[in-house]
C-alpha cells in the first residue's frame, strides 16, 4: 500500500519567512499533486508534476523520483498563506482514480 | 463559471435518516469524484464516475450511493445515516481521468456532515 507521509504536522511562521513542505511516499508514482485547503474548507489545486521542478507566484514545487520526495516551497510567506497544504500522488500501474492523500500540514503565517 | 457547486454546506442527520448531498460542475468534465475527510485523515473516494451513466466504486463505499444522469450531476445518497458517516464530504470533477499534468482536479467547497 502506498503512504504517504507529510512533514511538518503544524508549521508557524512569521511574515517574510521562505517554508518547506515536505512529502514522501513509499512506491512508484505517475503523478503528484499539491492542494491547498483553506480555512473556510474549499480544497484548491496548487501544482500537478511527475518530475522537476514548478513555479507559480510565490510556490514552488520540485519533485525527485528516484528519493520518492516532493517539496512544497513559499517563498516572502503572507498571511493570506496559512492554510492546510495537502500532498497526493497517484500510484505507478494502478487505476487512475487511486489517488491517495497525505493528512496535510497546516502552516500559520503570523503578520 | 461557478466551477464546482455543492449543496448544503452544513447538516445534522439523525441515525437512520436519509439524504442527497447535490454536486454540479458547469465545465463539461467527464470526471467525477466524492471524497471524505475525517479529522487528521486523508480524504478517501467513495465514488466516482467516468461519465453520464457511468459509476463505481472509491475506497469507501459502504452506506453510500451514487447516480450520474447527465454530464453536470452527480449526487451522492445516503440511505440511513450512522454516526460512522460523520465527516466533512468533498465533490470533485476534471477533464480526463489520468491525473496528468493538464488534468487538475476542481473541488466543492464541501458539505459538513453530523449524524447524531
Known amino acids: 500500500k502506498n503512504e504517504v507521509e507529510q512533514s511538518p504536522q503544524n508549521l508557524t511562521a512569521q511574515e517574510g519567512e521562505f517554508i518547506t513542505i515536505n512529502c514522501s511516499y513509499s512506491?512508484?508514482?505517475?503523478?503528484l499533486h499539491w492542494l491547498q485547503q483553506h480555512p473556510g474548507g474549499g480544497i484548491v489545486s496548487l501544482f500537478m508534476?511527475?518530475?522537476g521542478k514548478k513555479k507559480h507566484g510565490r510556490l514552488i514545487a520540485t519533485i525527485n523520483i528516484q528519493e520518492k520526495h516532493s517539496s512544497l516551497h513559499i517563498t516572502a510567506s503572507h498571511p493570506r498563506d496559512s492554510a492546510v497544504y495537502i500532498c497526493a500522488v497517484c500510484s505507478l500501474g494502478g487505476s487512475n482514480y487511486k489517488l491517495t492523500f497525505g493528512k496535510g500540514t497546516l502552516l500559520t503565517v503570523n503578520p | 463559471n461557478a466551477g464546482v457547486t455543492q449543496t448544503p454546506k452544513f447538516r445534522i442527520l439523525k441515525i437512520g435518516q436519509s439524504m442527497t448531498l447535490q454536486c454540479t460542475q458547469d465545465?463539461?468534465?467527464?470526471?467525477m469524484y466524492w471524497y471524505r475527510q475525517d479529522p487528521g485523515m486523508g480524504l478517501k473516494l467513495i465514488y466516482y464516475s467516468v461519465g453520464a451513466g457511468i459509476t463505481d466504486k472509491g475506497e469507501v463505499p459502504n452506506g453510500y450511493n451514487v447516480s450520474r444522469s447527465t454530464t453536470e450531476d452527480f449526487p451522492l445518497r445516503l440511505e440511513l445515516a450512522a454516526p460512522s458517516q460523520t465527516s466533512v464530504y468533498f465533490c470533485?470533477?476534471?477533464?480526463?481521468?489520468?491525473?496528468?499534468?493538464?488534468?487538475?482536479?476542481?473541488f466543492g467547497n464541501g458539505t459538513r456532515l453530523t449524524v447524531t
Open positions: 508534476l511527475s518530475s
Open positions: 512506491v512508484g508514482i505517475s503523478a
Open positions: 470533485a470533477s476534471s477533464y480526463s481521468m489520468g491525473w496528468g499534468e493538464n488534468s487538475p482536479l476542481h
Open positions: 465545465m463539461n468534465h467527464n470526471y
